[in-house]
């Protein structure tokens, strides 16, 4: 499904719904995680989202784009790596 956020949206903590690729079309995000861990995500960027319980994450916008994004949702049970079918 396709989402977008104003310029300078936050969101506050929570988890995600399932796990989920985030594919960021356009905004720079401050991201930061449950343990502290800051990071930014821009443009182009695919956030692989598995954190479905515990503290979760909150994000907010740093520059004047919208944040507009892809979400690639999983069932909870998903194998979400990719094996080469050459790895044996």
Sequence with gaps: RFEESSPHSSLD???APTT???ITLSGLLEFTLGDGDIFFVRQGDVLVATD???SGHK???VDDQPWRRI???FRNDAKTAFVSPDSD
Excluded: A, I, N
Aim: proline letters at 0%; a positive charge.
């Design 52 to 54: 479905t319980t515990g």
């Design 59 to 61: 994000w907010r916008l």
């Design 13 to 15: 903590w929570h988890t």
């Design 71 to 73: 979400y690639v949702t």
């Design 20 to 22: 989920q690729y985030v």
